[in-house]
């Protein structure tokens, strides 16, 4: 299994991103999925889980301004964000929810795989 995140970099405060993630090895349309980040200094920590058939689940700082999706055609998980701020600079991860966790999976041990992360920097 691999996923591989891509879509971060430096962007401006107010700017919108969307960071992707690309799966291989798994039949992806079967299996639920999120995104999690690691601001500097901090720890990991859960933003966003979309299931198979598409329903979501955010963390409470992230609704409003960020939006997760997938296209099963594309083995592809999203990651909007909407009007940028400094504290969104981090590292953001994909990964892939294990078979037997329930939902909402907001805990690092309810995934089995993930993403090499990409990092996004806002300036202000």
């Known amino acids: 299994v691999q996923l591989q995140a891509s879509g971060g970099g430096l962007v401006q405060a107010g700017d919108s991103l969307r960071l992707s993630c690309v799966a291989s090895?798994?039949?992806?349309?079967?299996?639920?999925l999120g995104w999690f980040r690691r601001p500097p200094g901090k720890d990991r920590e859960f933003v966003a889980a979309?299931?198979?058939?598409?329903?979501?689940h955010y963390t409470d700082a992230a609704k409003g301004r960020f939006t997760v999706s997938r296209d099963n055609a594309k083995n592809s998980v999203y990651l909007e964000i909407n009007s940028v701020k400094p504290d969104d600079t981090a590292i953001y991860y994909c990964?892939?929810?294990?078979?037997?966790?329930?939902?909402?999976?907001?805990?690092?041990?309810?995934?089995?795989?993930w993403g090499q992360g990409t990092l996004v920097t806002v300036s202000s």
């Open positions: 090895g798994m039949f992806f349309s079967t299996w639920r």
């Open positions: 979309i299931g198979w058939s598409g329903r979501t």
């Open positions: 990964a892939r929810v294990h078979t037997s966790q329930f939902w909402p999976p907001i805990v690092e041990g309810a995934y089995d795989a």
